[in-house]
């Protein structure tokens, strides 16, 4: 038998692996719509916190035919991990580097994997308790939904917003500078 937290303490590995392969292979080299919507454009923030999501969610979905049928929250409790994950990611890098006044890759990947790490906890602590309410997945669906719709609506290349999160890396580096 497969032990949840065995299970979700691997996930922080294969997360940031999983993380790091969409990275090297397809950011930057790909230019289809489907794809932009779980893939980074760029290498900002706001864009690899994208690449968290879709990690997380391609790790849940593996995960779940390994044990989340055995689970009646399980989609909540990945939903919950999605959104704290890449919200913990996207402001602590952001505060990190203006406490500093400068954008290191190092305190990004630091960052990355404790946020990963933080939100498979999230996942581990909902699927320990058990909590369970009426329509829970469904809730849970609706917010991974939610959640990738605002990784697709507010990107880099729709120009949608102009600040310094949504701005690949090198441009982003100058800006933190300035402020």
Known sequence: MINMKRLEYIGIVVISLISLSLLLLLVDNINYVFFNLFIPMNTGIWEIGKLMFTSILIYSIVEYFSIGKKYRNFWFAKASSMLFGPSIYIFLSYFIDITIGISF????????????????????????????????????????????????????????????????????????KSM
């Open 105 to 176: 890759l190092l305190t990004h990947i630091i960052v990355f994997v404790l946020s990963v790490g933080i939100a498979q906890y999230i996942s581990y602590y909902f699927l320990e308790k058990e909590l369970y309410f009426k329509l829970v997945n469904v809730y849970g669906v609706i917010a991974i939904i939610t959640i990738l719709t605002v990784f697709t609506v507010y990107n880099e290349r729709r120009g949608t917003l102009h600040g310094p999160i949504f701005r690949p890396r090198d441009q982003y580096k100058v800006n933190i």
